[in-house]
């Protein structure tokens, strides 16, 4: 029998193991291997930490999902793989087999990198629920006391759009409790300029988001470089085109909430051939790895080059969008492989993305995501909330589901003019 794994239930892994059910023959089995047995939808974190969500709203029992898919979930996690014996070790001590493995195991929050940086330390974070949950208890704290707070992403981050939102709704959170008007606020990111997104920007992200930050009284500072975090703030470079410290900050703060760097996760770092020296999962434009032609990856654990070099270094998102046309292309390749064909589905990598703002938000179109680009396209008012919201309900319907692209979905991204496949046909087998 054919055993095709995917490792990481998360957005791409779930949603990697559904699309899977329907691309392959049912006599193959698909093990999902995840940490635990519920679905937690990353995006609505911002809104967990403000009190805008239960923590139960943004979850999936995983369990009902896959019996009714014949996908067979693995709780227990993985310890490490070993890919050169098409094996992965579990936490348990038990180990399974794989002819096919979908690495699809997200970001490791590279938290160490500064000192003082965590929940453990002197900071708050959105990038997991349960941070989201202590940084509630936080902000609960915050209103009833409240002081500066300091937003942002730090040096090699990648993920700047939570950044941005959650200032936005944090602002929205403290105008409705009445104590905005005593809490300065600073938004301090290494982008070299607002909005460039680690993409360069989209359209004219900067001039919205500039415009956004002045209107909502926040301030900023970019390119900048954190070397510190305490109890009472942070200690900031901020840097020259030349790499030299044009100036530094000390920035009191009470609440200090900054997207970290990611890397790849423990159980698949530092593998000869199949990651970069970071963890990131190195795959080629069908998404499988140069050394391991078995191993396929999708998600925010893949390796992708830096836009172009800037002032303090940051990385490319990877979101929602961009990560099921990974998905999509993936279920493809797989499915021609076990067919006995060559894999040709490429992933348009689009980034299609919703920054919710609590009573607006901005949303951009990047197509593809690396300039130059076909679309370049962003906008920005109070659609893109409720858009927000019914991204947020319909994903978490489709991983109730188990259902990758229900119909209607397609529909909907074909009359955007938005497609996950590049050609699955362009490249003849
Ligand atoms: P994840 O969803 O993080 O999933 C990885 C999974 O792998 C996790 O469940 C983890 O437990 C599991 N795992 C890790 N190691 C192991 C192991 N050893 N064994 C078993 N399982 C393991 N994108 C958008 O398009 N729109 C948004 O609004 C948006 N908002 C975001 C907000 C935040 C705060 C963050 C951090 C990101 C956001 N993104 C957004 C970006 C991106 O879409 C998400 O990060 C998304 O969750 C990434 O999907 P993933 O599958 O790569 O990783």
């Known amino acids: 029998m054919v ?23 049912p006599e193959v089995e698909i093990l999902l291997i995840s940490k635990g047995t519920t679905y937690s939808f ?7 930490a403000v009190g805008w969500r239960e923590r139960e709203d943004i979850e999936v029992d995983l369990v009902a999902a896959c019996t009714k898919r014949n996908i067979t979930l693995l709780p227990q996690g993985a310890e490490r793989i070993y890919p050169s014996e098409n094996r992965i070790g579990l936490t348990d001590g038990s180990s399974v087999d794989y002819d096919f493995l979908v690495i699809a195991t997200g970001p490791e929050l590279a938290f160490d990198e500064i000192p003082g940086f965590g929940p453990q330390h002197h900071t708050h974070s959105v990038c997991q629920i349960d941070h989201a949950m202590m940084t509630r208890d936080v ?3 915050l209103v009833a006391n409240p002081g500066p707070v300091v937003i942002g992403a730090v040096q090699g981050a990648s993920c700047f759009g939570p950044a941005y939102e959650f200032a936005f709704i944090l602002d929205k959170a403290l105008r409705d409790a009445k104590v905005r008007d005593r809490v300065p606020m600073t938004f301090v990111t290494s982008e070299p300029y607002i909005g460039h997104l680690g993409l360069d920007g989209v359209g004219d992200t900067k001039g919205l988001l500039e415009s ?16 510190h975090f305490d109890a009472a703030g942070l ?13 530094t900050h000390a920035i009191a703060s009470k609440f200090t909430m900054m997207l970290p760097a990611f890397r790849g996760v423990q159980a698949v770092r530092d593998i000869e051939g199949l990651t970069n020296p970071r963890g990131f999962i190195l795959a080629d434009k069908h998404q499988q790895n140069p050394a391991f032609s078995n191993v396929f990856s999708v998600g925010v654990g893949v390796a992708i080059p830096p836009m172009g070099k800037t002032p303090v270094p940051v990385g490319v998102p990877k979101t929602g969008f961009m990560i099921e046309s990974m998905v999509t292309a993936t279920a493809h390749n797989i ?6 064909e060559a894999p040709n589905a490429q992933g348009t990598w689009n980034a299609v993305c919703l920054a919710d703002f609590g009573d607006g938000g901005i949303a951009f179109v990047a197509q ?6 076909n679309v370049n396209w962003s906008a920005s008012g109070r659609w893109v909330h409720a858009a927000k919201i019914g991204f947020e309900k319909y994903f978490l319907y489709k991983v109730r589901l188990g259902k990758s692209e229900p119909f209607y979905e397609k529909l909907a991204l074909q009359a955007l003019g ?7 046909a362009i490249e003849p087998s």
């Open 3 to 25: 055993t095709i794994a995917v490792l990481g239930a998360g957005l791409g892994g779930t949603i990697m193991a559904y699309e899977l059910r329907d691309q392959v023959p």
């Open 42 to 48: 990353v995006p609505s974190n911002p809104w967990v």
């Open 139 to 141: 902000f609960r704290e």
């Open 212 to 227: 956004e930050l002045r209107n909502h009284h926040i301030k900023w500072i970019t390119n900048a470089r954190v070397t």
């Open 235 to 247: 200690d900031v470079e901020e840097i020259n085109e030349d790499g030299s410290v044009k100036t």
């Open 335 to 340: 499915a021609r492989l076990l067919k006995g």
């Open 368 to 373: 593809p995501q690396i300039p130059p680009r």
């Open 418 to 424: 938005i497609d996950k496949l590049k050609s699955i």
